[in-house]
């Protein structure tokens, strides 16, 4: 056993099934439930996974149904399940480019400016120094709205605020307040701290290591790149799509004034990165715009970051190969450096596998319900992208569909890790190469 854990991309499935196992036991307790009794395991277990991965679908009303001390396990839960993601991805990041040749480690030096491997420790402390500034300032300002602006009892607001700031934070969507966040749907005050928290914690540690070093976008890496302008390009999609396709919808933004649309657009643009926030009824949305949606949690946020998907570096890589096939070029380049082949196949292994495990959710789940294709892929998808928003149905599915989305929350939160470190890590140079042959595609 100890041998079989030594392989770093099979630390990450065995930590988080830990910790899941911790966070049942914990919401079992009659101490971490509203009313007589402890939560059933099936419960405790969907919401442990949940918070775990930090995903954020619920089977229950979070704010009623526990208790403090369920709220405290849920913080603490998140707050783990976050913080491991990070730290552990980021070192997978970091221990994959050692297992380069001498020129591709020197390469990927001067690329990424990785810190030396006698270096972890400051590493770690640096992701946890990180998290620690964002939850701070944000829960702050939280804070201070709700004991000024709402009347909230200091003592209340600061711990509403910091549960908010720590689940923004670490993309998972649980909030104290009442209807999630749709009581604050044109709160600049409220809304915009988050969007910045939950864009802090998808874009990436490696990412904000590097721009904490490289201000000028000439020095950055190519994964920096990737990832800092396809952020930027889909934080405007979500809007526009949002903005678009919601402006006069009586249901959504359709009663709100100019400002607050703008604001509630921002907010759910945003929220896709596999946040889970909802300022309006996603479940009175129109079909255009859950369709967006649902690209944008496929897509998520940055590698080694908070978020889930398929990750920005993936699908933007993807999109170079496929430019680079129509222009007939022999190499895809980014910014004038030359992508490996290795790193060509791993993208369209980690996005096959994604699409491959969505639908194969969505099938078991229309098995299993009544619900319209267009709900259930939604609950799919933002089950697998570690999202949490919803339509509306999680409350109502039964216990096999819970499974269902148990298994697609593990596997999306936990297996695109794990696959692609351990692509990455089990790469050999081949000692000899067949003869070439091309079969007809198309």
């Known amino acids: 056993m100890r041998r079989w ?11 988080f099934l830990c910790l899941i196992a911790v966070g049942t036991v914990l919401l079992s307790l009659p101490i971490a439930r509203r009313g007589p009794g402890g939560a059933p395991f099936l419960t405790a277990l969907f919401t442990s996974v949940s918070t775990g991965c930090v995903t954020g679908l619920s089977v229950v009303d979070v704010a009623t149904y526990w208790t403090l001390f369920g709220h405290v396990v849920l913080l603490v839960l998140m707050q783990i399940g976050g913080f491991g993601i990070m730290a552990l991805a980021t070192l997978l ?28 420790r400051g590493l770690l402390l640096r992701v946890a120094a990180f998290m620690v500034i964002v939850e701070g300032a944000v829960t702050v300002i939280l804070a201070l709205r709700l004991w000024l602006g709402y009347d909230y009892p200091f003592g209340e607001a600061v711990w509403q605020g910091f549960f908010s700031a720590v689940s923004s934070l670490n993309n998972t969507g649980y909030t104290l307040m009442p209807d999630n966040t749709v009581t604050f749907v044109a709160d600049w005050w409220i809304c915009l701290p988050m969007i910045f928290a939950i864009i802090a914690g998808s874009i990436g540690f490696p990412v904000i290591y590097e721009l904490s070093g490289r201000r000028r976008p000439r020095q950055w890496s190519v994964h920096t790149r990737i990832t800092v302008w396809g952020t930027a390009f889909l934080l405007f999609i979500g809007f526009a799509a949002m903005l678009t396709f919601e402006w006069n919808n009586p249901k959504t933004f359709g009663p709100l004034d100019l400002p607050a649309k703008i604001l509630a657009a921002l907010f759910q643009g945003t929220s896709p990165r596999t946040a889970g926030f909802n300022s309006v009824d996603f479940g009175q949305m129109n079909s255009e715009t859950l369709l967006v949606t649902d690209w944008l949690m496929f897509i998520g946020g940055g590698s080694a970051g908070t978020s889930g998907g398929v990750k920005v570096t993936t ?104 696959v692609a470190s351990a692509l990455a890590l089990s790469e050999r140079p081949a000692r000899y190469r067949y003869p070439e042959e091309r079969p007809i595609v198309g």
């Open 315 to 418: 699908f933007f890589l993807l999109l170079f190969v496929i430019l680079a096939e129509v222009r007939r070029e022999r190499d895809v380049v980014i910014g004038k450096r030359r992508i490996a082949e290795s790193t060509q196949r791993q993208a369209i292994t980690v996005a096959l596998l994604s699409i491959a495990v969505v639908a194969a959710g969505t099938i078991a789940l229309l098995a299993m319900t009544d619900f319209s294709l267009e709900r259930v892929f939604f609950e799919a998808m933002s089950a697998f992208a570690t999202v949490g928003l919803t339509t509306g149905i999680t409350s109502s599915l039964g216990p096999a569909a819970q499974v269902v989305l148990i298994l697609l929350m593990f596997v999306g939160r936990v297996g695109i890790v794990t």
């Open 5 to 15: 854990l030594q392989h770093p991309a099979r630390l990450v499935p065995v930590a």
């Open 93 to 120: 990041s970091f221990i994959t480019a050692r297992r380069l040749g001498l020129s591709g480690r020197l390469v990927a030096q001067a690329e990424t400016h990785a810190v030396g491997i006698g270096d972890l």
